[in-house]
Nanobody, 123 residues
């Protein structure tokens, strides 16, 4: 079984920054992703990275503002979020894939999920 423990959410003003962390344990993983869900909306893809950290994939609306990275020694994936906007407000979830399915944006391609961490951006 895999455990994903997220941290780093909080309240920040528009234009500010936050860094989310997700510590993974339990088994070999092939890719990690971040998703988010705003109130009343579907959970949406934000960014993904392969376990080696050599390849990443971001949704268009966060390109140039968010960076996903991984520390293999600590089994931890990060999401650095800069120039935050009120529309980035959501619960952010870490996800892990136990098989290689590419840098997928599909929720169904991830096998394990964290508990979520709230990010609130005030205007």
């Amino acid at each position: 079984q895999v455990q994903l423990v997220e941290s780093g959410g909080g309240l920040v003003q528009a234009g500010g920054s936050l860094r989310l962390s997700c510590a993974a344990s339990g088994r070999t993983l092939y890719a990690m992703g971040w998703f988010r869900q705003a109130p009343g909306k579907e959970r949406e893809f934000v960014a993904s990275i392969n376990w080696s950290g050599g390849s990443t994939y971001n949704r268009d609306s966060v390109k140039g503002r968010f960076t996903i990275s991984i520390d293999n020694a600590k089994n931890t994936v990060f999401l650095q979020m800069n120039s935050l906007k009120p529309e980035d407000t959501a619960v952010y979830y870490c996800a892990a894939a136990s098989a290689f399915r590419g840098l997928s944006a599909l929720r169904s391609n991830y096998d394990y999920w964290g508990q979520g961490t709230q990010v609130t951006v005030s205007s």
